[in-house]
């Protein structure tokens, strides 16, 4: 099966409204401030952005809060005047899913069940609030998988009745500019994950000193 190129969807989009002048609201996920970065750049000249934090997988909570309040950091310093919604903590929907997956690697189906649960409170979410597109940060990452990020947010949006915005940000050096902009911003960069699997593999990879 031919490999659909997620960058070039985005791109031609992004053409197509600098071409016509339109501006749609777009709801964007926001995993955390170092993948929101270079996306919020990207696309903030030809949309209308809400970020939307909401990333139960995130364990502990002074962890979750920390992110959060690392990109509430990131876009006062940037001065986009953007709105961001946050999500009180609770876990709870990621430890329903993630039960019984405990131990699969990353990439498996716990992680998939985890962005699905993130893609579909946004779809859900840029419903409510009647925006014209939705989308998430995750795709800008090495080590997720784009194709299953967009398929999954293809189907979101047929159950919710809004466009998913089909993206691939990790294109044109998207990961490396983020890499800059951290460095820039002095932001916080996470050295796992999100949640306390991905956080005791990390440990088990590089067990702390002393
Ligand atoms: S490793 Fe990351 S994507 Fe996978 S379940 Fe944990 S937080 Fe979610």
Redesign the pocket.
Known sequence: MEKVNYGRMLDEKLAELTRTGERPALLLHACCAPCSSHTLLYLHSNFRITLYFYNP?IAPEEEYLYRRDELLRLVKELGLDIPVIDEAYDPAPFYAL?NGLEDLP?RGE??QR??ALRLRAAGTKAAELGADYFTTTLTISPHKDAAFINCCGGEVAEECGVAYLFSDFKKHDGYKHSIELSHQYSLYRQDY???V??RINKEKACPAEG
């Open positions: 997988n993630a990353e716990r992680c985890c962005i994950c999100g949640c699997y991905s």
